[in-house]
């Protein structure tokens, strides 16, 4: 398919391989990050007026499933502020390329590989979500432990593990980066086989050797493979959406539960802050209680047993119905595909109504952050009730229905027939159906 | 010959673009049929109703209410602990109640679907989430949102119908 080389302009060569423009954005990110932190530690108790509730869960949570995810991939990764310490650490600088430096450097332990860990720490947030989501200190104490936990481990384990192996947001971008528009690829294979040095492998903080990349799920687009190759053998690729998703594409069982519990995550959250059962919300509030005991189990049901069992059940008939038989885990794991199309379009289509409805809270927020009453930008007014309009009613069915059918396309196309692809398009259906029902029914 | 055969391709590949773009141009307008073609329903005759809802931190009783379009629909809102506010989306509909004061409000419930309403004072931590829904009508926005979905997939069944991944499971 047709690729678009970002590296053969000028100015985005510039841009891409300079580690100035870069670094700016990432020290404005880690600025960002520490006054959300004092915000919500400082600050208002009252989540609507306070700028670490407001940024973090409306505006950045927003921004990354509306516009980081679709269109850059794991762009949001190339300027997140999280690793920031521990690599300068790790680097002996803050502008210097990767190298030994302080630091154990030992390797993530084997056991702990894969995105296992990422899926449980994403469980973990969408358990405790309407807390995290409403008190301002709870959020600012979850980014404290988040930074200090990346840094720890910076200094104990080599390159990203934390962003590698931990972060339930690293998690979330890598599964739909594959369905993402953006790519770095070798430009000429034998190039590389050719160069014994492998810099680029040397140099890439999430240890990735660029020219066995297949999937852009662990390539965090650092892009200090493209500032240390000596043959300028790498490009920024413009790509058609969903490039990494084919028959040909290796895929892993982890992968596979981390999607479902992404599509649960979605399902659950829709009725949680969405719909009318007020005793639902009081139940995910109440953390501790019995009530709260029992919210657990039926999000742990729903997300360990009930989804992954309908999954299974979808997979192995198509395994059924297939000329050709593999066995039941790989073919867990090979249809994983059609969960990413899916899992983005539900998550896009919750956030329309979730966020936009509230978006006329961000403006008072930066004009008085911590809600002490200032008003620094003539911004603070009294924000309207947001409300779910039409327009975004319509923009929701939309997008689940083009999520549908691009997943059916995908089931499709990893399927050996169109009979073999049947179950994975009933599976899709029903997920959509299940959010539309609790978006818009 | 070479020539003759390379000649022949790219007239079988501007086929397939001009078939693929067909159907493109096709199932863009069933879609937008699908979402916008006016549907004649039978609308039972309005009514006068009285609807008491009850708004405890943080969810109204009843949080659920069906009522056919064109009826005048009077609610009456009674906060049960802190004061609370009651806003419609979509309808310019608000009130406000102190703890134990009954407030009352009509309006014409004129559009039809489905319409979440809102707490419109900030009352606590879950406030933003403090939502019930009202229908009006039949929910005809998810109706055409599953037939949007029985032509995603027929989309995509026919889109793939004729590339060799359907005859040999391999991308195209």
């Known amino acids: 398919m047709n690729r678009l080389d970002l590296t053969r302009t000028r100015w985005t060569n510039f841009l891409i391989r300079n580690r100035w423009p870069q670094f700016l954005i990432r020290a404005i990110t880690l600025a960002g990050f520490i006054f959300t932190i004092l915000a919500g530690l400082l600050g208002s108790v009252v989540g609507s007026h306070n700028f670490a509730i407001i940024f973090v869960w409306i505006a950045w949570w927003t921004a990354l499933k509306l516009f980081f995810i679709p269109f850059g991939g794991r762009s949001w990764c190339s300027i997140c502020p999280i690793p920031m310490p521990g690599e300068w650490i790790q680097n002996g600088g803050i502008l210097q390329p990767r190298g030994k430096n302080f630091g154990l450097g030992k390797r993530w332990p084997k056991f702990l590989r894969g995105r ?326 | 010959m070479m020539e003759e055969l390379l000649s022949t391709q790219e007239e079988l590949n501007h086929q397939s673009l001009q078939t693929k773009w067909r159907l493109m141009v096709l199932i863009s307008q069933c879609a937008l049929l699908i979402l916008f073609l006016p549907i004649p329903l039978v609308t039972p005759k309005p009514i006068d109703r009285l609807i008491h809802i009850d708004a405890t931190s943080f969810q109204f009783t009843p949080a659920e209410i069906k009522v056919n379009q064109g009826d005048r629909v009077t609610i009456e809102f009674v906060s049960t602990d802190v004061v609370h506010g009651i806003s419609i989306d979509g309808y310019d509909f608000q009130l406000t109640s102190d703890p134990g004061q009954p407030v009352t409000g009509t309006f014409v419930a004129s559009w039809p679907g489905m319409f979440r309403f809102r707490c419109s004072v900030a009352c606590g931590n879950l406030h933003p989430f403090m939502i019930g829904k009202l229908w009006v009508g039949p929910n005809l926005i998810l109706i055409r949102g599953v037939l949007l979905g029985i032509l995603a997939v027929v989309a995509a069944i026919f889109s793939l119908k004729k590339s060799k991944v359907l005859k040999t499971g391999k991308t195209s």
Request: proline fraction near 5%; aromatic fraction near 12%.
């Open chain 1, 116 to 441: 296992w860990l990422q899926a449980g720490g994403f469980m973990l947030v969408g358990l405790f979500g309407v807390i995290t989501l409403t008190s301002p200190s709870v959020t600012s104490i979850v980014l404290l432990i988040i930074l200090l936990l990346a840094f720890v481990l910076a200094l104990v384990f080599e390159r990203r593990s934390f962003c590698n192996y931990l972060c339930p947001i690293g998690g979330f971008t890598g599964l739909y980066a594959q369905a993402a528009p953006v790519e770095v690829r070798v430009k000429n294979p034998e190039i590389c086989s050719t160069h014994a040095q492998k810099s680029c492998y040397e140099a890439c903080p999430w240890g990735v050797y660029p020219l066995a990349l297949k999937s852009s799920a662990n390539c965090g687009l650092c892009m200090e493979c493209l500032r240390v190759c000596p043959s300028d053998n790498l490009a920024v690729n413009l790509r058609p959406w969903g490039s990494d998703l084919g028959p040909e594409t290796k895929h892993s069982l982890d992968e596979a539960f981390l999607g479902l519990v992404m599509v649960s995550s979605a399902l659950m959250d829709s009725a949680i802050f969405l719909g009318p059962w007020g005793q639902l919300k009081m139940a995910a509030y109440a953390i501790g209680t019995g009530s709260w005991f029992l919210f657990a189990g039926l999000f742990l049901v729903i997300a360990l047993m009930l989804v992954p069992g309908i999954y299974t059940l979808a997979v192995w008939i198509a395994n059924k119905l297939g000329e050709q038989k593999m066995n039941l885990r790989k073919a867990l794991a090979h249809q994983s595909q059609v969960l990413v199309p899916l899992g983005l379009t539900a998550w896009i289509a919750f956030t329309i109504s979730f966020a936009l409805a509230k978006f006329s809270y961000v403006l008072p927020v930066v004009s008085d952050p911590f809600g002490w009453g200032w008003n620094l930008l003539g911004t603070v007014a009294k924000p309207w009730v947001g409300q779910s309009t039409l327009t975004s009613m319509l923009l929701q069915v939309i997008v689940l229905a083009l999520g549908l059918f691009w997943s059916s396309r995908v089931a499709i196309k990893i399927s050996g027939s169109l009979k073999q692809a049947l179950p994975m398009i009933v599976f899709s259906a029903m997920t959509m159906v299940g959010m539309l029902w609790l978006l818009i029914g």
